[in-house]
């Protein structure tokens, strides 16, 4: 299918926001102007300043001389990016490639979007006049290649529409500027009276490569179509994406929950015939009054099930702010990952990790009371018992080393060892009773001492003597002493856990 | 003629149930959570799955009793590669414990919450998920509103609920089908060897429903619950201090 593109000529770009900004601006000559060795240089100038002759690359002294009232305001140099980049994001709502044209344009490539607009005349029409409403003078064209378009809607009839395949003769009557060419050579082409693509379409391409160098070449080329141009979109388009433009704009919590299931159907099909399944869904409405209001969710494993993703999101949904109204849905999948296609099984076993129940579970959990609260462990390779426990990374994470058995270890672990006072035989007897939370508990029975050394390589500190002992009341308890016994009171008892 | 008598004692009793209104748990496979003379206190004699059992703890050591205790119960449950989810505020459980109850602490899945409230919507969301074994939740109180909720999230998906009660304010009535209460016991010496030997337990049944409550002595030995009949219990001799 042949593409088609539309481009989009702000003529009065940075003027007209000016303007927009000052209506009283509109009517009177303005130009924008900025320092250049050592004088000031007009960058901009509004249509009144055009029509008294005054155009950018004067200087203001000569302009004044033109017109003495002339009012001149700074230029912001960061101006135009900003202000293109702005209008792009905007244009999304008419094609997912919006791309800058640096300077003054924006490129818009519409391959197969038109008919949601009722055919291309409607289309290019809607988006003229909606752009125009903002205040800014715009020329626009639609053709098979960006060339074509660009040279149209800088040199051609306003809202020009080029067949598919007639490029070559829309051009014909162009002048050669409209080939997007490098400024020596508009000017030798002038010279040379050379003032239609036309005479140039006529002159062998050997003599012109010659002449004029490779890239009026190329350009030519780009605007028959023989060569291929691509466009940088502002926002990167997601190979997983749906878009659902409304002919009226939504407001209610119903009409988006209608637009996300159908989104949802849409892009799970999609999932499902390449055997992907999303990790993470992104919801964006675009609103009427320009802003984009959007919602997240994510996945734990890959899923195409449209139900267990819409009730990922109806928990999210009330915050979306419809304000004036929501004009375009766009549902993206920027991550995914590979899904094997879940086969039907004679008698279901009691899931383990994998079991799809489970997942879509852990999802909802993790929708509602926020990421970092769902914890699975593995084992370690380090005795120190704070860190004999590591997170596991996903629900699937396999055991590296094994869970030891060889030493016993508390069912409950103080997150901090609690201080104790304690009678102990030395040097290397349990304690005979300790006191705990005020109350005293002799101490019939014990094992041990387990000694665990600190690992000095991650952390200084003493080592731990490790006793488990059971009180006359039958509670078991998890002891230790830091340090060694010696004059000096360096050592300390403490209680780290409890045995069932 | 014996034999036959008691048949039908055991027939009439099961009718008796039904007429009571208990339904038991039609899972298709009977598992034996090895609790041994305890499981005579259950209707049909089969420790009820698919359940909602309530402990109740007023002291660290006999959450931690608690912790073993269920941990024992729910080995036999997550051996066909079951997953058990753990729901808390401030948990306290270290997970390479499990391993001494035979349960690979890896198929263990913690929530931690901050809310009472959150823990609450937690235990019922992971009762309704019928691909889990079990769900274990750490709760002060709970109210009956709550605990029938949790009855009729199980009835539908057949998994096991166990509440822990920690300290709680009030012991009001709740709808799960038993209430417990497992506190630490002084163990055996075993063969006069020095050492803390095996965890055991005094197991009470406080309620039960359908059921008989009463009182037992359960070791952990060998990795499997082991019955101490109530007289051994006490010729244990009252003053041995060993160390090793």
């Known amino acids: ?500 | 003629m014996e034999a036959q008598k008691s048949d039908i004692i055991r027939q009439l009793q099961k009718d008796i149930l039904l007429l009571q209104g208990f339904k038991a748990c039609t899972t298709g496979t009977v598992v034996d959570v090895g609790l041994g003379p305890v499981n005579m206190a259950f209707p049909n004699e089969t420790f009820p799955l698919g359940a909602v059992h309530e402990f109740i703890s007023t002291s660290q050591e006999e959450t931690a009793a608690t912790g073993g205790f269920i941990s024992g119960l729910l080995s036999p449950l997550m051996r066909n590669n079951g997953v058990t989810l753990w729901i808390s505020r401030n948990r306290m459980l270290f997970p390479p414990s499990l391993k001494f109850f035979g349960i690979d602490p890896a198929r263990f899945i913690f929530v931690d919450l901050h809310k009472e409230s959150d823990v609450i919507w937690a235990i019922e969301e992971g009762l309704k998920c019928d691909g889990l074994a079990a769900v274990v939740g750490e709760l002060a109180d709970i109210s009956f509103t709550a605990s029938r909720r949790l009855q009729l999230a199980v009835e539908q998906s057949k998994v096991t609920g166990f509440i822990i009660r920690q300290q709680p304010r009030k012991l009001a009535v709740t709808a799960c089908v038993s209430q417990w209460k497992i506190s630490p016991v002084p163990g055996d010496a075993i063969e006069d060897l020095p050492g803390v030997g095996f965890a055991r337990w005094k197991v009470t049944l406080l309620k039960v429903r359908n059921g008989k409550p009463g009182s037992w002595e359960l070791d952990w030995a060998a990795g499997k619950f082991r019955h101490v009949p109530q007289k051994a219990a006490a010729i244990a001799p009252a003053e041995m201090r060993k160390t090793g």
């Open chain 1, 1 to 500: 299918m042949a593409k088609r593109f539309v481009t989009i000529w702000f003529r009065y770009l940075k003027t007209d926001w000016f303007s927009l900004r000052q209506p009283h601006l509109k009517e009177v000559p303005f130009v924008l102007a900025a320092p250049d060795h050592g004088r000031l240089v007009i960058t901009a100038a509004n249509p009144p300043a055009h029509t008294q002759g005054i155009d950018k690359g004067m200087a203001v002294a000569d302009a004044r001389a033109i017109f003495p009232s002339l009012e001149v305001l700074d230029d912001q140099p960061e101006l135009t990016n900003k202000l293109l980049v702005k209008l792009a994001e905007w244009c999304i709502r008419y094609t997912p490639m919006v791309a800058v044209d640096p300077e003054d344009g924006l490129i818009l490539e519409v391959t197969g979007c038109a008919h949601l607009w009722g055919g291309e005349r409607a289309y290019l029409m809607d988006m003229i006049s909606r752009i125009k409403g903002f205040g800014y003078h715009v020329r626009a064209a639609l053709a098979d290649t960006i060339g074509t378009a660009w040279g149209l809607s800088r040199f051609g009839e306003q809202a020009s529409i080029i067949a598919p395949g007639q490029q070559s003769e829309a051009i014909l009557n162009l002048p050669p500027p409209a080939l997007r060419l490098e400024a020596a050579t508009n000017d030798r082409l002038q010279k040379l009276g050379l003032n239609q693509i036309r005479n140039i379409m006529n002159i062998q391409r050997s003599a012109l490569c010659r002449r004029f160098g490779q890239h009026l070449l190329q350009q030519l080329d780009r605007a028959l179509g023989t060569e291929e141009e691509r466009i940088e979109p502002v926002v990167p388009v997601e190979q997983f994406h749906e878009r659902l433009p409304c002919l009226e704009p939504i407001v209610t919590a119903k009409g988006i929950e209608i637009a996300l299931q159908r989104l949802l159907e849409g892009l799970c099909n999609q999932l499902e015939q390449q055997q992907k399944g999303l990790r993470q869904a992104i919801l964006k409405c675009f609103r009427i009054d320009g802003k984009v209001e959007q919602v997240e969710i994510g996945t734990n494993r890959g899923t195409y099930n449209a139900q267990h993703l819409f009730k990922l999101f109806e928990f999210k949904l009330p915050t979306i702010e419809p304000g004036l109204g929501i004009e375009l849905f766009l549902l993206e999948a920027p991550k995914i990952e590979d899904v094997a296609s879940i086969q039907e099984k004679l008698w279901e076993t009691v899931g383990g990790l994998e079991n799809t129940g489970l997942n879509e579970l852990i999802d909802r959990m993790v929708n509602r009371i926020g990421p970092g609260l769902i914890h699975r462990y593995l084992p370690a390779e380090h005795h120190w018992p704070e860190r004999s426990i590591r997170e596991a990374v996903s629900l699937t994470e396999e055991a590296v080393v094994d869970w030891r058995l060889d030493r016993p270890r508390p069912v409950q672990l103080l997150a901090q060892p609690e201080p104790i006072t304690v009678a102990a035989p030395v040097p290397d007897y349990p304690p005979m009773l300790f006191r705990y939370k005020g109350k005293i508990h002799k101490i019939k029975k014990a094992d041990g001492p387990e000694r665990i050394e600190r690992e000095w390589w991650l952390d200084e500190g003493l080592h731990r003597d490790y006793y488990h002992v059971e009180d006359e009341d039958g509670c078991r308890y998890w002891l230790f002493r830091s340090g060694h016994y010696g004059a000096d009171t360096s050592y300390q008892w403490f209680l780290h856990g409890f045995f069932a």
